[in-house]
């Protein structure tokens, strides 16, 4: 089955730019998405990208996807105290199948 | 619109009790999930029900059963508690491709 990977922790200075990093092993994942989860509440659907696409921009967020290496990147701009969370990658071949990383927790420094 | 709902948000069960989460979503979808997170685990898939009417096992069924009463409603019976249910449960809707999760509730079996 499908395996998702993620480095567990992340710290960054508050202004700075934060890079999420995920990788899949099953080939076939078409969906991918990446969700945020606040302390004591449940995940934050923050953006997705199919396989057909390499890219996708959404204000501060950028995903970049690399599907020969099965690679998943998130990048956070300009990363406030507010973005102080765990990020979950998830991929799936469809949206019954989603199998989630264990997340990383990301700590910005004011 | 309230999106996905989930109650009670705590509780303390003994082990050998018996309990149901509940779990409702406004929001027209057809699918429906249950997951459990654990410390260092990320999510696990229990049961989802992918129409009104079907139900199918996940990753971690056992020691479970769902019923996914009409469209709205879908809810996760634990027969005998476990110490090894304590956990955070989610409950999840979607539409398409894209899950949307509830708070949770958090369980403590003694």
């Known amino acids: 089955g499908e395996d998702v990977e993620q480095s567990l922790f992340l710290s960054v200075r508050e202004g700075d730019s934060s890079v999420i990093n995920c990788t899949y092993t099953?080939?076939?994942?078409?969906?991918l998405y990446w969700y945020k989860q606040e302390p004591g509440a449940g995940l934050q659907l923050l953006t997705y990208?199919?396989?057909?696409?390499d890219m996708k921009q959404d204000q501060r967020l950028t995903v970049l996807l690399n599907k020969k290496d099965k690679h998943l990147s998130l990048r956070i701009a300009d990363t406030q105290t507010g973005d102080s969370a765990i990020y979950f990658c998830a991929a799936g071949a469809g949206s019954y199948q989603l199998t989630f990383g264990k997340g990383t927790k990301l700590s910005v420094i004011p | 619109n309230a999106g996905v709902t989930q109650t009670p948000k705590f509780q303390v069960l003994k082990t050998g009790q018996s309990m149901t989460l509940q779990c409702a979503q406004d929001?027209?979808?057809?699918?429906m999930y249950w997951y459990r997170q654990d410390p260092g685990m990320g999510l696990r898939l229990i049961y989802y029900?992918?129409?009104?009417?079907?139900?199918d096992k996940g990753e971690v069924p056992n020691g479970y059963n769902v019923s996914r009463l009409n469209k709205r409603e879908f809810s996760l019976r634990l027969e005998s508690a476990a110490p090894s249910q304590t956990s955070v449960y989610f409950c999840a809707s979607s539409y398409s491709d894209t899950q949307y999760f509830g708070p949770g509730t958090r369980l403590t079996v003694l």
């Open positions: 099953d080939s076939s994942s078409t969906y």
């Open positions: 029900s992918a129409s009104e009417g079907t139900t």
């Open positions: 990208i199919f396989s057909n696409m």
């Open positions: 929001m027209n979808h057809n699918s």
